[in-house]
């Protein structure tokens, strides 16, 4: 399933999600679903508060592999960066932070 | 843009969010490439800081739509319910506080 | 319950929360114990996963508090806005997407 | 400032936040001080609009802390575990799921 990266995209390697790397397709795949199907009950006129009940699906979906991303990268990424040195380790966890704010939208 | 309501919907009287409706769609598809970038970055092996940032990106994008009809919402759908009587008011109140609740993940 | 208002508090009428004030301060005063819980659990050097989980109890315990007051002033204080005439709702409106915008940490 | 641990207090040792205890310390006394804030706010009858700002101000101030607990966690606690040996590291990381999902909300 894994297409050539585009030009300018660094690096193709494997990721501290690989192993998980169907099911967080899988996952994104029903969430391009549930979006395309937003725009189809706007597009209906269909009512409000169902809408809304389908966003907070698809954010709570969008959340779900977000947080099977901080997984996987704090058990590979992170872990292997600390192993190697502690500058790489520093570096990581600080960008770790940065990610973890982000997530947490503060 | 509207298109004839599928069978089985129940309804497609112009809704609280019409005078948004192009809006709503515009970034409901701008939503939809967004999460098809998603996939794509998963499928490239992108590093997943990138991928988080992006997902950070498309719920808040979603959460910006969620805003947008909880405003309609409340300025038409709800107020004219008030409007034509008592009971239809507090059934929308009712259900409005349902809508909150949802989208602010309680 | 109700002490006077400090000096330089604009007013003190009857806001669209009387009837749940009693609930709001209930829940806010339970909060404050939360949060004074907080402290001493950081203070005794209490496991981080526990203290985190406390924090989702009274971010979770505030964020009712937000959904009550949101209820509140939607119920009364906007509906009676737009009751007054039109310049006024509208001024409300927009007043409470501020509100809810903030709320949805958007 | 550390007193002694209340009887039932499983354990007082130096935790992974140990580092930035002063600092998670002066927050939540900050925090203490909004909250008690909130409920005279309330009980002055304060505008909703007012006391919806600072929930959300509180809000975000704890959820502030609990990134500071979530990262000095993954530095230290989930960092010595995994150095420990295989088994431990695992339980750690699964924990850490546990307070991420819990802290994201989902």
Same mark, same amino acid.
């Given at each position: 399933?894994?297409?050539? @990266?585009? $030009? /300018?995209?660094?690096? $193709?390697? @494997?990721?501290?999600?690989?192993?998980?790397?169907?099911?967080?397709?899988?996952?994104?795949?029903?969430?391009? /679903?549930?979006?395309? /199907?937003?725009?189809?009950?706007?597009? +209906? +006129?269909?009512?409000? !508060? +169902?809408?809304?009940?389908?966003?907070? #699906?698809?954010?709570? $979906?969008?959340? *779900? !592999? #977000?947080?099977?991303?901080?997984?996987?990268?704090?058990?590979?990424?992170?872990? *292997?960066?600390?192993? $190697? +040195?502690?500058?790489? /380790? *520093?570096?990581?966890?600080? *960008?770790?932070?940065? #990610?973890?704010?982000?997530?947490?939208?503060?």
């Amino acid at each position: 399933m894994t297409t050539a @990266p585009s $030009a /300018g995209t660094p690096v $193709a390697a @494997p990721r501290g999600y690989a192993d998980h790397k169907p099911d967080h397709l899988a996952r994104l795949h029903r969430i391009e /679903g549930q979006v395309r /199907g937003l725009t189809r009950m706007v597009d +209906d +006129d269909r009512y409000c !508060v +169902d809408v809304l009940t389908q966003i907070t #699906a698809a954010t709570h $979906a969008l959340q *779900e !592999v #977000a947080l099977g991303l901080l997984d996987d990268h704090i058990r590979h990424c992170v872990q *292997e960066a600390v192993r $190697a +040195d502690q500058d790489t /380790g *520093e570096t990581k966890y600080a *960008e770790l932070t940065i #990610a973890l704010r982000r997530t947490l939208r503060l």
